[in-house]
């Protein structure tokens, strides 16, 4: 799966609301980081979390079967979880498309706030300014 193809299905993700759905980003940012992880250790640190990553996958693919299911029954789109199906490295694969975009639009949230909050204070920035210049002066 590509990364258009991963954000085509965190769209239709959004359409389900609720726990589940919770859950299952949660388990996919989860799973990403032991992925990430594992590449950063040693043979040794990778035997001893070896059950922990495996662990983590097999929630994350039950928690996309059990909000896939869920979707069903409410007659919303699921066909996202059926591309993927089984593959288990397929899964991983879309659960860190679905992590970089989560990032990045986290960094969109945080610039449109800040953008949100400067253009609120300017007046009062601007007031001070002119404050501090006339006494500093």
Known sequence: MNHEGAVRVLERIKTSEGALKHH?????VRDVRMRTDWLLTTAEERRAKDSARTAAHNALVDAANSLSRTMVKAG???TWCRKPGDDR?????WACHLHARLGIAERHQVADQAQK???SCSGGIRESLVTRQHING
């Open 89 to 93: 490295k397929e899964i991983g694969d």
């Open 24 to 28: 299952f980003i949660l388990g996919a």
């Open 76 to 78: 919303e789109d699921a």
């Open 117 to 119: 909050t400067a253009k």
